[in-house]
T-cell receptor
Framework: DAGVIQSPRHEVTEMGQEVTLRCKPISGHDYLFWYRQTMMRGLELLIYFNNNVPIDDSGMPEDRFSAKMPNASFSTLKIQPSEPRDSAVYFC????????????FGPGTRLTVL | AQSVTQLGSHVSVSEGALVLLRCNYSSSVPPYLFWYVQYPNQGLQLLLK??????LVKGINGFEAEFKKSETSFHLTKPSAHMSDAAEYFCAVSWNSGGYQKVTFGIGTKLQVIP
């Protein structure tokens, strides 16, 4: 398996624009997680899905952020409208359905909002 | 909710010296504990995990961690630091709640290895 795939790897956009980040989890994994990493706040869990259903979105900063998982092999994180404070590295991770299973992280998308 | 505390956001050691990265957890249920490593411009990857099979857990790259319930600790160690160990290390706790897996990561500790 190629691992967790994220696209794009880098995104530069202007304030107010819509940004869509994409993730393909490892085949067979039941959980999918979206994280945001910044110098100031560290690694933050935004939302996670189990079997394509959002379970906990309490980490989503505000209504400008939304996430979907239309099927087991694809998820999106959308920011609309984007703001400079959204600049961060966004990671997607997936895991099997058990508490003792590790998460496999993608390489991340580095987002810069000007 | 469960939590982890990593003591020291930055740790510096000399090459060849002992590496000790501290992690304490709080958990009202038996936890699963993990150490992840993040190299620059990469995602996190698993170093090792504790799942109650053995209290001393050995991981990749010569790292190991010992689960101490009495101290609620899961410190990461390596006898001799190598330059390639320079990275950021995250402790994490996972548990089952309401039929779902939940996980919390620590703030991370950046390890600097001095030649």
């Amino acid at each position: 398996d190629a691992g967790v795939i994220q696209s794009p790897r880098h995104e530069v956009t202007e304030m107010g624009q819509e940004v869509t980040l994409r993730c393909k989890p490892i085949s067979g994994h039941d959980y999918l997680f979206w994280y945001r990493q910044t110098m100031m706040r560290g690694l933050e869990l935004l939302i996670y899905f189990n079997n394509n259903v959002p379970i906990d979105d309490s980490g989503m900063p505000e209504d400008r952020f939304s996430a979907k998982m239309p099927n087991a092999s694809f998820s999106t994180l959308k920011i609309q409208p984007s703001e400079p404070r959204d600049s961060a590295v966004y990671f997607c991770a997936s895991s099997l359905d058990a508490g003792d299973n590790e998460q496999f992280f993608g390489p991340g998308t580095r987002l810069t909002v000007l | 909710a469960q939590s982890v505390t990593q003591l020291g956001s930055h740790v510096s050691v000399s090459e060849g010296a002992l590496v000790l990265l501290r992690c304490n957890y709080s958990s009202s249920v038996p936890p699963y504990l993990f150490w992840y490593v993040q190299y620059p411009n990469q995602g996190l990857q698993l170093l090792l995990k504790y799942t109650s099979a053995a209290t001393l857990v050995k991981g990749i790259n010569g790292f190991e961690a010992e689960f101490k319930k009495s101290e609620t600790s899961f410190h990461l160690t390596k006898p001799s630091a190598h330059m390639s160990d320079a990275a950021e290390y995250f402790c994490a706790v996972s548990w089952n709640s309401g039929g779902y897996q939940k996980v919390t990561f620590g703030i991370g500790t950046k390890l600097q290895v001095i030649p």
